[in-house]
């Protein structure tokens, strides 16, 4: 029998490790991911893995000899803002849940649990640290990188206990032949369909850019409207062309999601405004079309203003195709535990298309409760985790099998 209480419940001790008292906040190589590491290490070591923490801040469990062919399971363990308790952090829980079920016959390859410490970019505004550094894709560049309170990555690193020089040392094992990653769905189509999983079939691509309105402070009661330099006022109506753009696409969705205005007092004209874009599609072409459009669009609003305007790049993702065979695999493993097969695409972004571009990867998705993720409200079933557990076991036996006939 498979209890998914266990790892339910792990995720719920995990979503009391938080930087904000009453909400769900855990930021890369934060005091509150150190608890988590506590927590997450404990677990790991009862179950005989041996645990350690690489150089960017993943917390990686190893469960075998260290010496055979090696099988990647894992996920993130930062959260957004007032996040709920199972985007990312229910992957890991659901590992070691797999771990706990094996059979005691011995595997012909051994496992590592990984818990990528960076996946939501919130902290330095970029993300993807854990799986980049760990395929050996880590710009040392960004080092220089600075959050809101001035603190550099490599100083973050260090605070943390670890050296930003030996972040090479993050790549896995060469020996990894494949990756796997269970994550809610984190969208409604499972849950309308009143089904439990879904293997992944493709991970859209995605765009995330940073975009300044720069104008001039003044006065707001002795100003008139004609002789103003508004910069939230040049933003709000570029958001407002975001949200056009993206509905004339079919399947694209484009968000801002954070703005930071200058100086932000009540009677002062803003100056300043820094507003995100996140732009995502399954086809590269429409993505890139898009973001160019909605960039020409800011900078002729700008330009009607009289301000200044900057577009910062941060990502610029490609879609993501999933391994076919690892995804039959998944599917045979849904048959085996008298699910039918599905197959869907994700359109939020994942650690396993940072990996799938190194090391064959595949994700199976579990229905989020109405939908909802990113938010507190972001729930699971449990029957539902009990099916994850029990599919994650039958593709680890599919896996043994084909690879002691190889």
């Known amino acids: 029998m498979i209890d998914p209480s266990r790892a339910l419940d792990l995720c719920r001790e995990i979503a009391a490790c938080t930087e904000v008292p009453g909400q769900i906040t855990r930021t890369f190589l934060s005091p509150a991911m150190r608890d988590c590491h506590r927590l997450l290490s404990t677990r790991m070591q009862q179950l005989g893995m041996h645990v350690h923490t690489d150089p960017i801040g993943n917390l990686r469990g190893l469960y075998g000899a260290g010496n055979r062919p090696r099988l990647l ?94 972040i090479p040392d993050a790549a896995v094992d060469p020996r990894a032949f494949a990756f796997l990653e269970f994550h809610i769905e984190q969208g409604p189509l499972l849950d309308r369909a009143n089904a439990p999983l879904a293997a992944v079939s493709a991970i859209a691509g995605q765009s995330r850019l940073h975009v300044v309105f720069r104008g001039r402070a003044n006065h707001a009661g002795a100003t008139p409207m004609n002789l103003r330099h508004d910069a939230l006022a040049a933003a709000a109506e570029w958001i407002t062309a975001v949200e056009r753009t993206a509905r004339s696409v079919d399947r694209l969705v484009a968000t801002v999601g954070s703005l930071h205005v200058s100086p932000n007092a009540s009677n002062v004209i803003p100056s300043e405004v820094r507003a995100s874009l996140d732009v ?25 203003r009289l301000l200044d305007i900057l577009v910062q790049e941060q990502l610029n993702q490609d879609s993501v195709s999933m391994d076919e065979e690892l995804t039959a695999a998944l599917e045979r493993a849904l048959q085996n535990i008298g699910e039918p097969p599905r197959r869907m695409p994700s359109g939020a972004g994942h650690d396993a298309m940072i990996i799938a571009s190194k090391i064959p990867s595949a994700m199976l998705f579990i229905r989020s409760i109405d939908g909802v993720s990113h938010h507190p409200a972001e729930a699971v079933h449990a029957e539902d985790i009990e099916k994850a557990i029990r599919a994650g076991v039958a593709i680890l036996a599919d896996l043994a099998q084909e690879r002691q006939h190889s």
């Open 280 to 304: 995502r599609h399954s086809c590269d072409a429409t993505r890139i079309a898009a973001v160019q459009a909605i960039c020409e669009e800011a900078r002729r609003i700008a330009a009607h």
């Open 73 to 166: 399971i894992g996920s993130h363990l930062d959260t957004v803002p007032d996040a709920g308790a199972y985007d990312g952090v229910l992957g890991v829980a659901i590992a070691l849940a797999i771990v706990e079920a094996l059979p005691p016959q011995t595997l012909p390859f051994d496992i590592e649990v990984i818990g990528f410490s960076e996946e939501e970019g919130v902290r330095f505004r970029k993300p993807f640290f854990g799986s980049l550094a760990a395929i050996g894709r880590f710009d040392p560049q960004w080092l220089c990188l600075r959050d809101e309170s001035g603190c550099s990555l490599r100083e973050a690193i260090a605070q943390f206990g670890l050296d930003p020089e030996k």
